[in-house]
């Protein structure tokens, strides 16, 4: 990898984890490893700050995840207290505008700002803006109070995936990210289960009431757990004003870029988003935010390259154009991008299609989706242990992620569509294909990042994995969606007129009024379409695997570690210790 200041170079050797001018990282259980020739000692987290700060992370994280799902069930009861269905949809997309596109300018701010002080930011955000959400009298407080509440989710997804990897060494990755993992797997059955509560038994406003609390607990663990220099040793943290003064962060922060990366996010997501749902797809409301953000991306790329290739530039890169160099990094993000599309469609439409062709409850089709939610943090924990332990190397690990994946979006996709439309057994074990399939590749990207760049490039690596496997899933959902719209429109336009249409495509719910022969129809319509989306979704697996590619090697790099308890990274050529 090239340095971020220089243009692209020919492919150099394997990288070790940290290089000369990183810091180097100790466990604070063992002194005696500490490297007196450090410029700054990073510390590892043990004991009750260790516990503390995993307990914080989770709970924040849970949160700000349950706001899609728990949101989504509750998005009926809100719409009719506040008289706005003609903006429901806004509630929703509100807050991913700011929750996508803000990932990545986070995680490079915590480079000069800290981890800590960022996160701590992020909370306060989101807790306050919940409780702003849930006092809303009208759908435009709430669809503006709902931006600002995934501003801090934003900072929230983003700071964990940053700070996950810091808090402990990397024999001990597997634990911590299958347990940060298993948030999502919580959060996606505690959704509907806590939205329909709410929705039955008290009113929609502790949708968000409840976040305060929860907040200000996190909150509160992660001021006590970790000093504000954190990865650091405490006897860095020079004061927050002072540093600011010393390094004149604020003057290195790349704005342009950060501008046209946030631009460019909101104005895809908006148009993914709204296209064939408030507006049709070729009209000019969809069409010109898509052209602009396809020219915002253009240009994000060549200022982020001119950037990097000024010499004595004073401004930091928001993305240092030697990371675009390193076939390892594209490798990932590839992949990443192209995973996001079947996670968030198994994600999203499974408990979709039990509701709408098989008649489940929301709350039943949470439960029936515990097998792919259970196995995908089982799956990142059993690839870290082979990572750490084995010694596998993180690529093969990848590739079979990448399979499986695939075989089981291709098993669901060959449910039954007619006929006895009950759920067959068959699919749950499809789930567990998935499930682990989704969790070794979520989890070996995570750990891979560190054996592929140099520490100070880490945070920045991490915010763009995360971004733009957001940005995979939230184009895989609206693929789907355009999927599925049109094939109910032209599979029931036999048997129902333009009025039932119509009112079917806006809420399933319209179905209870026709005859049971009619609703068996139109379940085996929707049924066919769920099928298609995952056929779709096919296609997106099978280019995950070819991204692999990328990061082929002869002798494929992997983690060992020394007698001395020293993390190697073995790569494709030549050995390089930390």
Known sequence: MGDSTEDCKPESKPLAI????????????????????????????????LHALTAGLCLSLLLSTLETTIVSTSLV????????????????????????????????????????????????????????????????????????????????????????????????????????????????????????????????????????????????????????????????????????????????????????SLTASILLVFALEQGGVVYSWGSAAIIAPFVLSGVLWVVFVLWERGLSLRKGALVEPLFPWGLACNRFVLGLLLNAF???????????????????????????????????LLCSPVATTVSGLLVSKLKVPPAYILLGGCCLQAVGIGLFSSLPSSGNLAIPAAQYGYQ????????FNLGTCVIMVPMVVRQRDMAVTMGSVTQIRVLGGTIGLAVCSALLSTHVGMGTSEFLNNEQQGALLKSFQSIRVLPQDVQLRIREVYAIGYNQQMRAMLYFCAAAIVSLSLLAENSPRKLQMTDGGEIIVRGAERDVEK
């Open 432 to 439: 567990v294909i998935m499930g682990f399939g989704f969790g």
């Open 338 to 372: 192209l995973t996001g599309f079947p996670f968030m469609a198994a994600l999203i439409n499974i408990p979709q299609r039990m509701q709408v062709v098989n008649g489940t409850t929301a709350v039943e089709a949470g439960l029936r989706m515990l097998p792919l």
């Open 18 to 49: 940290n290089n000369v001018d990183d810091v180097e990282a100790v466990d604070v259980s063992s002194p005696q490893n500490v490297s007196v020739n450090s410029e700054k000692m990073k510390v590892y987290q043990t004991g009750w700050r």
């Open 77 to 260: 009861s809100i719409v009719n207290a506040l008289r706005g269905f003609g903006q429901a949809g806004w509630v929703v997309t509100s807050y991913l505008l700011t929750y996508t596109g803000f990932l990545i300018i986070y995680a490079k701010l915590s480079d000069t700002l800290g981890t800590k002080l960022l996160l701590m930011i992020a909370i306060g955000l989101f807790t306050v803006f919940s409780l702003a959400c849930g006092v809303s009298n009208s759908m435009l407080q709430l669809i503006i109070f709902r931006s600002f509440q995934g501003l801090g989710a934003s900072g929230i997804y983003s700071l964990v995936s940053v700070m996950t990897p810091l808090m402990v060494p990397p024999a001990k990755y597997a634990t911590y990210i299958a347990i940060i993992s298993s948030v999502f797997a919580i959060s996606s059955v505690l959704g509907p289960l806590l939205g329909g509560a709410i929705t039955d038994h008290t009113t929609w406003r502790w949708v968000f009431y409840l976040n305060g609390p929860g907040g200000t607990l996190a909150l509160l663990i992660i001021g006590i757990s970790i000093p504000f220099s954190f990865p650091y040793a405490s006897d860095h943290d020079t004061g927050l004003l002072t540093k600011l003064s010393a390094e004149k962060a604020w003057k290195k922060f790349d704005y342009l870029g950060g501008f046209a």
